[in-house]
């Protein structure tokens, strides 16, 4: 008998192995018979193929052991929306089951999904046969598997789009999802197929983007090829391909690029190591490697790449008052603080959709909410009644700017709790702030796992923990200077970590040297780039100060999870 522990690489490739969850659905129901007691350890793990998460406990990592806080009873449900499509009847279900089974909590994702808490055993099964007969499903939003392939949530009404994309979205969430032959991946895998013009869903960082663009000699519409972007601790944005993908070629070579992640054994020893963008880091591959290995798998040769011109990083929130492509018709894209979502709001944006439009909706990116095909005569009392439900078709940069990860308040990987934290810095900043009115992305993440995405924001700050007075007090590392787009760049860390209670002067200091000191029409993130770090740290804490590490020896981290 071998005493040699397991690693957490080989028990998951063995549990994975062992079963494939999307064949199990029949153990959830009888775990919800037989209650929480009768849930063996590995489910913890196969949950995730169906979308579920065993909750936090509402204290972080601080609050469990070997960096990960406690499980609890209860669950978190995600819900993919492919593309962001969505529709006020299955809105109205969301709000039924956000009622009834999650104490009336519902998010916004960064991946157009909706998450749902506080859900117990023995309510699942109620809460995904809901889902299934109004055209939904939470498989394949968690695990080692394809999560929600995600799009421009104006495909099909952007009056600038190079093509509608949704339909490929759609092919390639069919090809991919609750498929067997993609159930055992190394680990997440995430695609963004987008037709429009500003790269709203940002394929930069996903293990596969397609973006939209038309050859220059032929006019014809087809799409470029990135792979290996992600975030995380690693952050790194993908690499362009020499390669034209026709729009019949696009669904098989994505089929292709998942291949060769799926059978990549090389990333299945370390689970920290494990996602597409590692066969770059740490493998030697190049781009001309990976598509050789892309055309091996199709059998034929793709075109070369055209010339492309990458979009400015304008705002990608989709907030406003806007006409689309079709005459007489607008979209209206409203706010959503952080993403958190009551049932209440939801039902309003169903009937608001139904009332002045046609009932489509759209989640986005940047956990807001697009009402489309309104009628241009029935705009303005849409947007009354989103404004008066707390949905404002406006707001201040801030409030459009500011995105939020899950945090402690759910999440056994988070230090620090953020949703409460990132309203509560909007609404400090809109105070302190009330003219601001440049554009400025303000993203929160309670650990370094990047799920509120620091690392590509104009000012990310990441969960830490400080010692004040003897006491452990949430802390954020400040991150500066991210953008995608014609001037990507991954934000720079700066060296400096302060309380959660001075993110909100500390910001005010640095956007008001911006607005004393900027160039002519010289946006933050230009501003920023022209800084060292040095000046950076001092304009935020208020004079020099010495850098600090992000993570100092001993301090307190997550498990190491790509989460």
């Not at 990608?316 to 006409?323: F, I, K, L």
């Not at 009402?371 to 404002?392: I, K």
Request: glycine share 10%; hydrophobic share 40%; aromatic share 6%.
């Amino acid at each position: 008998m071998s005493d040699v522990k397991e690693s957490k690489a080989q028990r998951a490739e063995r549990l994975k192995r062992e079963l494939n969850p999307w064949e199990a659905y029949a153990t959830i129901e009888r775990f919800a018979r037989e209650g929480h007691a009768a849930i063996p350890p590995e489910w913890a793990t196969y949950f995730r193929w169906w979308g579920i998460y065993s909750q936090g406990d509402g204290v972080g990592a601080v609050g469990g052991t070997g960096g990960e806080g406690r499980a609890t009873t209860h669950f978190m449900v995600r819900v993919r929306i492919p593309n962001g499509i969505v529709n006020a009847p299955q809105l109205r279900t969301l709000a039924d089951l956000t009622e009834r089974h999650a104490r009336g909590i519902a998010d916004l994702t960064v991946r157009q999904n909706v998450q749902l808490h506080w859900v117990t055993i023995e309510d699942l099964p109620a809460l995904i046969h809901a889902l299934w007969r109004a055209g939904l499903t939470s498989l394949g939003a968690c695990g080692d598997v394809t999560r929600n392939v995600t799009g421009c949530p104006l495909a099909g009404v952007d009056a600038d789009e190079v093509l509608d994309a949704s339909p490929l979205v759609l092919e390639a969430t069919h090809l991919l999802n609750g498929n067997p032959e993609f159930y055992n991946l190394p680990r997440k895998y995430k695609v963004t197929i987008t037709g429009c013009r500003a790269w709203c869903s940002y394929p930069e960082i996903n293990d596969v983007g397609l973006t939209a663009l038309r050859h220059p000699a032929s006019g014809e519409p087809g799409f470029s090829l990135r792979v290996g972007g992600g975030l995380s601790t690693d952050p790194r944005l993908g690499a362009r391909l020499d390669a034209f993908v026709r729009w019949h070629q696009a669904v098989p070579v994505v089929r292709a690029v998942t291949e060769v992640f799926r059978d990549s054994d090389v990333l299945r020893q370390h689970r920290e190591k494990a996602r597409l963008k590692f066969l770059f880091l740490q493998h030697g591959w190049t781009a001309e490697k990976f598509l050789s290995e892309v055309e091996a798998r199709l059998g034929y040769a793709l075109d070369r790449a055209p010339h492309e011109i990458p979009p400015e990083d304008v705002y990608r929130d989709h907030v406003g008052v806007h006409p689309q492509r079709q005459p007489d018709l607008c979209y209206a894209g409203a706010t959503v603080l952080r993403g958190r979502i009551t049932p209440g709001q939801l039902r309003v944006l169903a009937d608001a959709a139904e009332r002045h439009g046609d009932g489509q909706l759209r989640t986005t990116t940047m956990q807001n909410v697009v009402v489309v095909n309104v009628r241009r005569e029935r705009v303005a009392a849409l947007a009354r009644e989103l404004a008066e439900a707390g949905l404002p078709t406006g707001g201040s940069p801030f409030r459009r700017g500011t995105i939020a990860c899950t945090g402690t308040e759910f999440c056994k990987l988070a230090l620090t709790e953020t949703k409460g934290f990132a309203k509560r810095l909007v609404e400090d900043l809109e105070r302190r702030m009330p003219s601001f009115s440049e554009h400025v992305k303000l993203h929160v993440t309670g650990c370094p796992n990047s799920c509120g995405q620091h690392w590509i924001a104009d000012i990310g700050v990441e969960g830490k923990k400080l010692k004040v007075d003897g006491a452990l007090v949430d802390a954020y590392y400040f991150c500066v200077g991210g953008a995608l787009g014609a001037r990507q760049s991954v934000a720079r860390p700066i060296g400096l970590r302060v309380p959660a209670t001075e993110v909100a002067p500390a910001i005010e200091r640095l956007l008001r040297e911006y607005l004393t000191s900027r160039r002519a029409g010289e946006t933050f993130r230009a501003f920023a780039a022209r800084h060292d770090d040095a000046t950076l740290r001092a304009l935020l804490a208020g004079s020099p100060v010495p850098a600090v590490e992000r993570d100092p020896a001993g301090g307190l981290l997550p498990a190491g999870v790509d989460a």
